[in-house]
Nanobody
């Protein structure tokens, strides 16, 4: 079993930056693809970014491309999401997830999920 714990969320003004972290425990996720998703009130959970097990291949939603960077440190069993130039529409609960298969953008393909961290961007 894998436990994922997100941190780094908070309140930030538009144009600001945040760095989210996702620490895995219980079992290594070094062979798992990792993803970040977000869910705003009244909306479905949506893909934000994903990285393959090696950290070589990354994928981004069009809405965050150029503003966010996903990375991982397999020695620390941790995945990061650096978010810059934040906008009010980025406000959501951000979730980290692990997938034993190949990297994907569909939340249904992910096996393990964290509890989420709130990101609020004020205008």
């Amino acid at each position: 079993q894998v436990q994922l714990v997100e941190s780094g969320g908070g309140l930030v003004q538009a144009g600001g930056s945040l760095r989210l972290s996702c620490a895995a425990s219980g079992r290594t996720v070094n062979s798992h693809a990792m993803g970040w998703f977000r869910q705003a009130p009244g909306k479905e959970r949506e893909f934000v970014a994903a990285v393959d097990w090696s950290g070589t291949m990354t994928y981004y939603a069009d809405s965050v491309k150029g503003r966010c960077t996903i990375s991982r440190d397999n020695a620390k069993n941790t995945v990061y999401l650096q978010m810059n130039s934040l906008k009010p529409e980025d406000t959501a609960v951000y979730y980290c997830a692990a997938q034993s298969g190949g990297v994907g953008v569909n939340p249904g393909g992910y096996d393990f999920w964290g509890q989420g961290t709130q990101v609020t961007v004020s205008s």
